[in-house]
T-cell receptor
Framework: EDQVTQSPEALRLQEGESSSLNCSYT??????LFWYRQDPGKGPEFLFT???AGEEKEKERLKATLTKKESFLHITAPKPEDSATYLC??????????????FGTGTLLAVQP | GAGVSQTPSNKVTEKGKYVELRCDPI?????LYWYRQSLGQGPEFLIY????????DSGLPNDRFFAVRPEGSVSTLKIQRTERGDSAMYLC?????????????FGQGTRLTVV
């Protein structure tokens, strides 16, 4: 069964204090790993897609990396506006025609000024 | 439209009533998903449409839940005989699902409260 586990559940950082969020996954035939940002009461906002081990993508203070078992979302010198829940999801090859995304429970990031 | 649009943004209904939630996907996106999210949890898959047909409805919790997409664009999620446990954020997403272009874009959700 496809599964996604995110850690830590919550993370509190000081402004400028870099850190990483982890997403471990079990999937039969990875067809994409996705990172989203979600603000309270809003829908998830797409950040990155990664398809193969060794791939990296960057956007402002965020960098996502992928191995065969996990993905990291690195946050460099975060600012208070980076505070949000970060969700990881995978699309796998199991289940035939399905293209559903399986989500983790997210990491709640709070960046204090 | 520029993004996925969901209406209403909030819905309060009485236990036992019927509700319909609407999703307007990004123009040209053939894939459409419905998810349900409870507080502190990740989105939970309900159903996936490719065009007009439901390609995967394995996430629908029971037969009170039904979704349609008659013309391959707008979709409606229908919940009969609502229960308090149905209270959650209902999210819709759409995707092109073309090679190397498979990300799903979400709407702002409908917050359903059953009282």
């Amino acid at each position: 069964e496809d599964q996604v586990t995110q850690s830590p559940e919550a993370l509190r950082l000081q402004e400028g204090e870099s850190s990483s969020l982890n997403c471990s996954y079990t999937v039969s035939g990875l067809r994409g790993l996705f990172w989203y940002r979600q603000d309270p009461g809003k829908g998830p906002e797409f950040l990155f897609t990664l398809y193969s081990a060794g791939e990296e993508k960057e956007k402002e203070r965020l960098k996502a990396t992928l191995t065969k078992k996990e993905s990291f979302l690195h946050i460099t010198a975060p600012k208070p506006e980076d505070s949000a829940t970060y969700l990881c999801a995978v699309r796998g090859g199991s289940g035939g025609a399905t293209n559903k995304l399986i989500f983790g429970t997210g990491t709640l990031l709070a960046v204090q000024p | 439209g520029a993004g996925v649009s969901q209406t209403p943004s909030n819905k309060v209904t009485e236990k036992g009533k019927y509700v319909e939630l609407r999703c307007d996907p990004i123009s040209g996106h053939t894939a459409l998903y419905w998810y349900r999210q409870s507080l502190g949890q990740g989105p939970e898959f309900l159903i996936y449409f490719q065009g007009t047909g439901a390609a995967d409805d394995s996430g629908l919790p029971n037969d009170r839940f039904f979704a349609v997409r008659p013309e391959g664009s707008v979709s409606t999620l229908k919940i009969q005989r609502t229960e308090r446990g149905d209270s959650a954020m209902y999210l819709c997403a759409s995707s092109l699902l073309r090679q190397m272009n498979t990300e799903a874009f979400f709407g702002q959700g409908t917050r359903l409260t059953v009282v």
